[in-house]
Structures are given as C-alpha cells and as structure tokens.
C-alpha cells in the first residue's frame, strides 16, 4: 500500500473553500517534475486569508495550502535538480492554482526551486519565507532605485512588528539604515528596537487624512499596509525619495495624489514575490544571506506545528502574530 501523508487541503463545502487536514499519497501530487519532501513550511498573512476561508486565495480547489516550501529533492526528471539538493520555494502561484506547502511531500516543477543558501537552514529559510524574502525584494528595489543610502535620512517601515516589517527593519538596520518603524503595537517597541529601529511612529498616525505634500521625511520607505498608509508615506517622502509598496494589510485602495509623484519626483515601487524572475530572487536570498542578522531572525520567529495552522491563520489575520511563524511539517 502507498505511503499516506497529512495534507492541509482547501476543499469546496457547498461553494465555500474550506480547510481540513487530509491523508493522501504522492500518487495524489501533481504531475510535476520534481518531487520534494518538504521539512518545514511557514505562515503569511495570505496562508492565513487561505487557511480561515476569510480570503478567496484559490482559485480551483482541491488545493494544497501554503505558500512556502523548504525542502529536500527525493527525486527529480529533470537535470537541474538531484536527489539530496536543499531547495527553497516560495509563491508561484502555489496556493492559488498550484499545490503548496503544507504537506510532507510535493511536486514542483524544476524552474519554481532556487538552491537554499547554505549560510541558512531550512528552518531559517522558512524563518524568512515569503515575508522575508519580500521585504529583501523591497530593500533591494529602493537600493536599485537609488536614493536610499547608509547614515542619510530615515527610512520607515510599516507594519513594523509583522513579517514583512520584522524582516525590513532587522536587514535595513545590519545595512547600516537609520530605521524608523511604524506599528499600531507600542508592545513591540522594544522587539522592534531590538530588530534595529531606531524610532516609532503610531499607526493611527499614518491611517489620517492624507494631505496631498507633508513635510518631508523619509528618504525611503517599505509599505505592507496600503491604502491611506501608502497615501501619507508618499506624501512624507523627500524629493526623489521611493517607496517599495507590497502589502495591503490595511487595505488595497490607494487615497492619495499625484503630487508627491509630480512635484517631488517621488516613486512609488510595486514589489510582487509571486512571479518575480529568478534573478531577483537570488539577489534577494543573497542579501538575506549575506545581510540577515541570525540572532535577530531568531528574535523574531516561532516555530509551530502543522496541526495548529487553523488557530494561527485567525491569529495572523487579527494582526496578533508578531514576526515570522515556522510551520514544521510532520
Ligand atoms: P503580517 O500580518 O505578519 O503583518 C502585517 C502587519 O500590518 C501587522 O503586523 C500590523 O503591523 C499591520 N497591520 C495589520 N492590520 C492593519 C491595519 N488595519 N492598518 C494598519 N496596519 C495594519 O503579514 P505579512 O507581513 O505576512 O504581510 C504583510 C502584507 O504584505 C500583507 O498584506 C501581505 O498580503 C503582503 N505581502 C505581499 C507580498 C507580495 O508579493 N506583494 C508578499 C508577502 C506579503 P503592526 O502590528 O506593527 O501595526
């Protein structure tokens, strides 16, 4: 008989995706060419918008959840990858129209895995996951952009004590980036300072009413928030400053206006980890290895099992989840 394994599946309940641990075999996985067993997966606000059913994230069900996959190659037909290779992926769809995470085995296709870095484990890989490797993304991008530089000006970041945030402020910070965090938790100011902010702003401060030119603050800024959030950030960026924008854990509109753009050259920088090209991701993971801090990443993650993920997802969805979570899959 096949060897069973737990799955966390998405299934249709009279027209609703809903979440249940199932029991299937790898002769149940896709039909891809790589087949990972995979050691630990993590948890970001999208998995838990999956996992509660609050979001639609999938688009055909049945569907494995879980974005994030760090693992172990059993066996591959095709010649980039090998039996024994430690792989990483994350998005591609994966969630969405391709099967996750959050399951002991699965099948990839080979152009979806980059090599784990070997300056991380796997279970620091999913310590940085989707979240983190975004937030090196949006570091990267304000880097490419060019305006953000070591010892001048404040860069912020919303969203400060969450995943993206954590990881923003703690890789900023080792960059030698004066950080300014934002959150609505003063709880977590000393975590966040401990990360390396250096200083807070209120959330509720940020959630006003956007004035179109405020005074000039930021040189640079990450944004996992959006809407009137995004709006006051652009408007508080100095003259040639950007913002990486990648989140809309405060919502997905956008009430601000041209001005910051026109009048003060200020860019607004879309960041997406889903289907970004390889070769951003490998300058992403690169920077986390060579700039992530371990002690703090450590800091700012805990390790749950698979069995818990229901619990979790509301919790991350309540903006009660502090930093990263690992999910250790059985
Ligand atoms: P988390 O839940 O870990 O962090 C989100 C943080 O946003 C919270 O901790 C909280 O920070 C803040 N927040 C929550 N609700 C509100 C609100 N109503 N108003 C203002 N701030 C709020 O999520 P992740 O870090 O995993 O993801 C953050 C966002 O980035 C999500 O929207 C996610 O979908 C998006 N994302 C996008 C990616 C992409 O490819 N573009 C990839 C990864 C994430 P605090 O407590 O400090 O105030």
Redesign the pocket.
């Known amino acids: 008989m096949s060897e069973t394994f737990t799955a966390l599946m998405l299934e249709d309940v009279d027209g609703k995706p809903r979440a249940g641990f199932r029991e299937i075999t790898k002769a149940d996985l896709p039909d891809h060419d790589v087949l990972v067993e995979v050691a630990y997966s993590s948890?970001?606000?999208?998995d838990?918008?999956a996992v509660s059913g609050k979001g639609r994230i999938a688009r055909r069900l049945p569907m494995v959840a879980g974005i994030d996959i760090a693992g172990t190659v059993v066996e591959s037909r095709s010649p980039a990858w090998k039996a024994g290779d430690r792989v990483v992926a994350n998005?591609w769809g994966m969630s969405e129209t391709e099967w996750g995470g959050y399951t002991r085995f699965q099948r990839l296709k080979p152009e979806w895995l980059i090599r784990l870095p070997e300056a991380f484990s796997m279970e620091q890989a999913m310590a940085i996951g989707?979240?983190g490797y975004?937030a090196a993304?949006c570091v990267d991008a304000l880097e490419n952009w060019g305006t953000i530089e070591p010892g001048k000006g404040e860069v912020l970041v919303?969203?400060?004590?969450?995943?993206?945030?954590?990881t923003a402020v703690s890789l900023l910070s080792s960059k030698g980036y004066t950080v300014v965090?934002?959150?609505?938790?003063a709880e977590?100011h000393d975590y966040?300072r401990s990360l390396g902010a250096t200083s807070f702003l209120d959330?509720a401060e940020?959630?006003a009413e956007v004035k179109p030119l405020q005074k000039e603050r930021w040189s640079g800024a990450v944004d996992?928030?959006?809407?009137t959030?995004l709006a006051n950030v652009l408007a508080q960026t100095v003259y040639g400053g950007a913002v990486a924008a990648?989140?809309?854990?405060?919502?997905h509109n956008l009430p601000g206006t041209v001005m910051p753009h026109i009048l003060r050259s200020v860019a607004l920088i879309?960041?997406?980890?889903?289907f970004?090209p390889l070769p951003k991701r490998q300058k992403a993971w690169q920077t986390l290895a060579d700039h992530l801090d371990r002690t703090k990443l450590s800091a700012m993650t805990e390790t749950h099992k698979m069995s818990e993920l229901p619990e979790l997802a509301n919790r991350?969805?309540a903006?009660a989840?502090?930093?990263?979570v690992v999910i250790e899959i059985a």
């Open positions: 948890l970001n606000y999208k838990g918008l998005g989707t979240a975004t993304l919303t969203g400060a004590a969450g995943g993206v945030g954590s965090a934002s959150t609505g938790r977590t966040l959330r940020l959630s996992s928030v959006g809407s959030t990648c989140g809309l854990a405060g919502g879309g960041v997406d980890s889903v970004a991350i969805l903006g989840v502090r930093g990263r």
